[in-house]
């Protein structure tokens, strides 16, 4: 069984503390910071494999913590947030969060989004059968190596990023529900999925195509869902 070190970054300490003895209970080991410059430090000196990681702090919010990361590394980013606006929600994947979870949370939801995002990062690019390489006129999978070449560039997504193409790429042609997305890639009911997989599309859209607003590769199929083009 894999051993994984979570870093939690929020200026509460009761909040550090109860976090920790949640994420115990599943075998976690949590290291704690108080503020985003404190997690940057934390960062260098542990092997973290995921961060919760509250929006509201001093010194550095979790929204600029999370821009400053997203710059060097791609590890699984949870934002913790007592503000429920959908606004500040499509804020944090934004800027390169893979998922939301709203204050006051319940442990059990919390815990489980946690081990989900762990799978997803450990297993990255592991579905079962297809083939290993995939090339759609200069926009490559690479299973093995779990990587994206556009334009004989080598494209830096997030985990989930990565699993959205991987899906669609292996499946290209084939049209995928917003839902369906949501569910195949995050592995839970795809409930109010829409804003989610419409900021994490429109990412990848930046990072794949030369035109953005006119796609070459990721299509829209209006009323229906989204499409790696064959």
Same mark, same amino acid.
């Given at each position: 069984?894999?051993?994984?070190?979570?870093? =939690?970054?929020? /200026?509460? #300490?009761?909040?550090?503390?109860?976090?920790?003895?949640?994420?115990?209970?599943?075998?976690?080991?949590?290291?704690?910071? #108080?503020?985003?410059?404190?997690?940057?430090?934390? *960062?260098?000196?542990? /092997?973290?494999?995921?961060?919760?990681?509250?929006?509201?702090?001093?010194?550095?919010?979790?929204?600029? %913590?999370?821009?400053?990361?997203?710059?060097?590394?791609?590890?699984?980013?949870?934002?913790?947030?007592?503000?429920?606006?959908?606004?500040?929600?499509? *804020?944090? *994947?934004?800027?390169?969060?893979?998922?939301?979870? %709203?204050?006051?949370?319940?442990?059990?939801? *919390?815990?489980?989004?946690?081990?989900?995002? @762990?799978?997803?990062? =450990?297993?990255?690019? %592991?579905?079962?059968?297809?083939?290993?390489?995939? /090339?759609?006129?200069?926009?490559? @999978?690479?299973?093995?190596? #779990?990587?994206?070449?556009?334009?004989?560039?080598?494209?830096?997504?997030?985990?989930?990023?990565? +699993?959205?193409?991987?899906?669609?790429?292996?499946?290209?042609?084939?049209?995928?529900?917003?839902?369906?997305?949501?569910?195949?890639?995050?592995?839970?009911?795809?409930?109010?999925?829409?804003? %989610?997989?419409?900021?994490?599309?429109? +990412?990848?859209?930046?990072?794949?195509?030369? /035109?953005? #607003?006119?796609?070459?590769?990721?299509?829209?199929?209006?009323?229906?869902?989204?499409?790696?083009?064959?």
């Amino acid at each position: 069984m894999n051993h994984y070190f979570v870093l =939690v970054v929020d /200026d509460e #300490k009761e909040i550090r503390d109860a976090i920790e003895i949640y994420l115990k209970n599943e075998g976690i080991t949590v290291i704690k910071a #108080k503020d985003g410059i404190e997690a940057i430090e934390k *960062l260098t000196e542990h /092997d973290i494999h995921l961060i919760l990681l509250d929006v509201m702090m001093p010194r550095l919010d979790g929204i600029n %913590t999370t821009f400053k990361i997203r710059e060097k590394n791609n590890i699984p980013i949870i934002i913790l947030s007592a503000k429920t606006e959908d606004t500040d929600k499509i *804020l944090g *994947l934004q800027v390169g969060a893979d998922d939301y979870v %709203t204050k006051p949370f319940n442990p059990m939801e *919390l815990a489980a989004r946690v081990k989900s995002q @762990l799978r997803r990062y =450990v297993s990255l690019g %592991t579905y079962e059968g297809g083939n290993k390489i995939i /090339d759609l006129n200069g926009l490559t @999978l690479n299973a093995e190596a #779990k990587e994206v070449t556009a334009h004989g560039e080598v494209v830096k997504f997030t985990p989930i990023e990565y +699993k959205i193409v991987e899906l669609l790429m292996k499946n290209a042609g084939r049209v995928f529900s917003i839902h369906d997305i949501y569910e195949r890639v995050w592995e839970e009911p795809g409930y109010n999925a829409e804003n %989610t997989v419409a900021v994490h599309i429109r +990412k990848i859209r930046e990072k794949i195509e030369i /035109d953005p #607003k006119n796609p070459r590769y990721l299509k829209v199929v209006w009323g229906i869902g989204y499409k790696m083009e064959k």
